[in-house]
T-cell receptor, first 110, second 113 residues
Framework: AQRVTQPEKLLSVFKGAPVELKCNYSYSGSPELFWYVQYSRQRLQLLLRHISRESIKGFTADLNKGETSFHLKKPFAQEEDSAMYYC????????????FGTGTRLQVTL | DTGVSQNPRHKITKRGQNVTFRCDPI?????LYWYRQTLGQGPEFLTY????????KSRLLSDRFSAERPKGSFSTLEIQRTEQGDSAMYLC???????????FGPGTRLTVL
């Protein structure tokens, strides 16, 4: 069975500090990993995906198959980064449902 | 607004009543997904359609739950004989087959009294 673990419910950092949101997964097949974000009063939206190897809003995430991790990082947190972040996994074969972690709330304070 | 839409946005019902939610996906998106999210949890997969065919159902989807997508466009999710444990946010998402991104709707918040 596929599983995504986000160990922190809340991460509070100061503006300008580095951010790392942890995500670990368990899956026997070949997974695709995603980070979704939900800003206050907005719908869930895709932030980035491991396949693209892109940086969005200063965030990056590297898939580490050895450690089965997909941590989300940003060198300098901004106030507008405050949101709920969900790590999600999808099977590359069926390319269907997403399995989400429980989410981490990032709070950036002055 | 050309995004995924869901109606109603909020529903309060009494235990034992039936409720139906509607999801309108983005035009030309042939895949449509339903998820359920309870407090403190991430979204959990319920079922998905490719066009009008329901391809997968989660074990979370008990016999009281039924979903349809009759013409391959909008979808409905019905819950019969609601229970307090059904209280949750019901999310709909759509995508193009083969694409990485699922686009989510705003959700329908169900409260069962």
């Amino acid at each position: 069975a596929q599983r995504v673990t986000q160990p922190e419910k809340l991460l509070s950092v100061f503006k300008g500090a580095p951010v790392e949101l942890k995500c670990n997964y368990s899956y026997s097949g070949s997974p695709e990993l995603f980070w979704y974000v939900q800003y206050s009063r907005q719908r869930l939206q895709l932030l980035l995906r491991h396949i693209s190897r892109e940086s969005i809003k200063g965030f990056t995430a590297d898939l580490n198959k050895g450690e089965t991790s997909f941590h989300l990082k940003k060198p300098f947190a901004q106030e507008e980064d405050s949101a709920m972040y969900y790590c999600a996994l999808r099977d590359t074969g069926t390319a269907s449902k997403l399995t989400f972690g429980t989410g981490t709330r990032l709070q950036v304070t002055l | 607004d050309t995004g995924v839409s869901q109606n109603p946005r909020h529903k309060i019902t009494k235990r034992g009543q039936n409720v139906t939610f509607r999801c309108d996906p983005i035009s030309e998106h042939n895949r449509l997904y339903w998820y359920r999210q309870t407090l403190g949890q991430g979204p959990e997969f319920l079922t998905y359609f490719q066009n009008e065919a329901q391809l997968e159902k989660s074990r979370l989807l008990s016999d009281r739950f039924s979903a349809e997508r009759p013409k391959g466009s909008f979808s409905t999710l019905e819950i019969q004989r609601t229970e307090q444990g059904d209280s949750a946010m019901y999310l709909c998402a759509s995508s193009v087959w083969g694409a990485n991104e699922q686009f989510f709707g705003p959700g329908t918040r169900l409260t069962v009294l």
